[in-house]
């Protein structure tokens, strides 16, 4: 099942270890199967607050994003992004495929009663 890392960068500001950490990751997510699905693309805000910039990387499951984000290659360049940029990261599961939320809101009726 497709896992996620999704960030927020609160006030991204440029820096030249910001340009190198944005060379550098990509060799880091590649033993991963890590791949970028947003990278600080235009987003608008529907509902709540979202300041900064939206990052998704996807991989192939929650353990290959967990040895990504733990690997000595990533934790080698993450002090170039995180001395610059407050962030909010999360790792996060997909939902498999066939999912139906219908079944999900079942169950939360089944729980309510």
């Known amino acids: 099942m497709t896992a ?3 960030a927020n960068l609160h006030n991204p500001t440029l820096h030249s270890e910001v340009a190198e950490y944005i060379e550098r990751i990509q060799a880091t997510l590649d033993p991963h199967g890590g791949r ?3 990278h600080g693309a235009q987003h608008e805000v529907r509902e709540g607050s979202w300041g900064g910039a ?3 990387i996807a991989f192939p499951g929650i353990d290959e994003a967990r040895s990504w984000w733990d690997s000595p290659a990533y934790q080698r360049i993450a002090h170039l992004r995180a001395d610059h940029i407050e962030s909010d990261i999360i790792l996060v599961d ?3 495929d066939g999912y139906d939320p219908a079944k999900t809101a079942a169950k ?3 729980l309510l009663s």
């Open 4 to 6: 996620y890392a999704i």
């Open 108 to 110: 939360v009726r089944e």
């Open 36 to 38: 970028f699905l947003v």
């Open 94 to 96: 997909g939902v498999p």
């Open 54 to 56: 939206a990052i998704v």
